[in-house]
Structure formats: C-alpha cells, structure tokens
C-alpha cells in the first residue's frame, strides 16, 4: 500500500505563489503516475494536473495550464505541484493522487487513481 501526504498549502494572495507536496511512503518502488485534483466547497473534485511515471509526460486543466507545473523527485518520492499566479478561482483543498503505471500516459480522471492523499487547504485573498 502506498500512503501519501500532502503539505504547502495555505493562505496567499492573489497573484502570489505556493508550492504543494505530495511525499509518498510504504510500497513507493512503482512505477505510479501521478495526479492532483482539487474540490473546492460545494464542487465536485476536479483534475489539476498529472504527471507520467517517468516524468516526461504532464498534463494540466485548462484553468491552470501556463501557471502552474508538475515535477517529480523520485529519489525522495515527491512530487511537487507549484502554483503561480494564484487567482481567486483555485482555492480549494487539494489532493495528490497515485497509481501503478508503467506506460507513457498520464490519468486525468479520479477514478483511475487508487491512492489518495488527507489533501491540503489553498486560500487566497483578494
């Protein structure tokens, strides 16, 4: 079983920066894809963005896409998610998410994840 945690979330500005963490502990030898999704008060969860196992493939929601970017340590086994230009559409609680996966694809609905993080709360202020 893989469990993983989420953390850097928090209370920014509009306009400003967070970088989000998603560490992986128990039986991380993969290979996982990985994503991130958020649900914002009253919505459902949504795709944020996703990265292949090997890294050379990500993809992003349109309402993210040029602000945001996916990167992945697997030596450490992190994935980070960093967030520029927070705007007042992203806050939510997000969730890193994870499952096997060996092929150059990347998983942008939550039902083909069978790993899910505790997620971490974004805020931001006007």
């Known amino acids: 079983q893989v469990q993983l945690v989420e953390s850097g979330g928090g209370l920014v500005q509009a306009g400003g920066s967070l970088r989000l963490t998603c560490a992986a502990s128990?039986?991380?030898?993969?290979?996982?894809?990985v994503g991130w999704f958020r649900q914002a008060p009253g919505k459902e969860r949504e795709f944020v963005a996703a990265i292949s196992w090997n890294g050379r493939i990500t993809q992003f929601a349109d309402s993210v896409r040029n602000r945001f970017t996916i990167s992945r340590d697997d030596a450490k086994n992190t994935v980070f998610l960093q967030m520029n230009n927070l705007m007042p559409e992203d806050p939510a609680v997000y969730y890193c998410?994870?499952?096997?996966?060996?092929?150059?694809?990347?998983?942008?609905?939550?039902?083909?994840?069978?790993?899910w993080g505790q997620g971490t709360r974004v805020t931001v202020s006007a």
């Open positions: 998410s994870a499952r096997m996966s060996s092929g150059a694809y990347y998983y942008a609905i939550a039902y083909e994840y069978a790993h």
């Open positions: 128990g039986r991380t030898s993969g290979p996982y894809a």
